[in-house]
């Protein structure tokens, strides 16, 4: 196959993105990935090994990164607060989501699916994901922080907060002249984020000059 | 084309919903949809005009129920309090999605997508819905019920939990033991709901009688 430059692998990935999300996984060929990509089509097999290996490229690749955000939100926040640790981590999500939204929305659509790729996901990062989560609630219910309530439903409402506005970036839009790709927009929801987590989670409200704070930061 | 039985026609529609999920929209062909639902594939182009005008049915057909159980369940609950209104409405929404929850599931994932098709619905059905949710908060902030506070992630928020769970069913069965097919999940999960309406939208907590006498209706 010779020397490829590292660039060609992200030009066929990026047209991956693109064609999974016009014409859906099944209505993309390979060959209409090379052809946008500009490349020969025997290098999206090289690479791949074809579509399936490419969707299951780009799922890894946002979910390491996905759950990595989490991780370092809370390493970086040892020793202060559960109610922190959980708005850095939702926050940190956000961002992160931000940076690639065409590809957040692929993953995030395809995870709605029951394929054995999403179940695989499953048993993987959205079970850290899940350890993640878990972990700060316990946390903060142990330590007096949080009210105790069930964890099923609470973990999903935050998981879907984290990942709604990503899912239906287009709806946002045109129904709410929400723009999820505009730097504003996370601070904004932050804000109505924090507010939940004020009046559902929290045992006591906290001063409000600390919120500013932290999300300012 | 002479005389066909209506059961013929449902069956296309049966066969179209469960192929569209497994092999998506674009992988799915009109002669796929005609073999599963053991008719001529004619039929299918004389019905619904092909694969297209399938779906848009698919789509139309769902979301026609869909605005009529928020409708009904408001109109029901006329001279009630607007929070009473709004738990009726996110309730009946639930249980209409539970009736049908393969076609709810192929309609909620259409809707993340940015087609011709779904932006038609956006312009009517969500938009319905939109006016519908925004005039019961609108009467519960004016009249003293709930709190004020910015309308459209608010709404968002009330969307969302509104069809989360039926969007990702299998992500609730594996990951939480939670079956959304199950009476009991319901009834679950309005309690969830009402708590997070509780501290979240209401100016005043109230008696938790009359909640559990709601949910047992």
Redesign the interface.
Known sequence: MGVVSSSSKEKVLEAAITLF?V??????SVRDIALKANVNVALVSYYFGGKQGLLEQLNVQFLEGYIQAMEQATEERLGQSSHEKLLAVMEQVLLYEQQAPSLA?LV??E????STL??EI??TY??KE?HLLETILRQGMGNQEFRK??L??????IR??MT??F??P???R?????SVNDPSFIK??MV?VN??MA??LLKKPIASSRLVIHLDS
Chains 1, 2 share one sequence.
């Open positions: 999300q014409k859906g996984f099944h209505g993309t929305r995030l659509r995870m709605t699916l029951d999403v179940r499953m048993s959205m079970r899940k309530q069930p099923d439903l609470l973990l999903l409402h879907t907060m709604m506005p899912l239906q287009h709806y946002l045109e129904l709410y002249q929400l904004r929801y109505h507010d939940w009046a559902c």
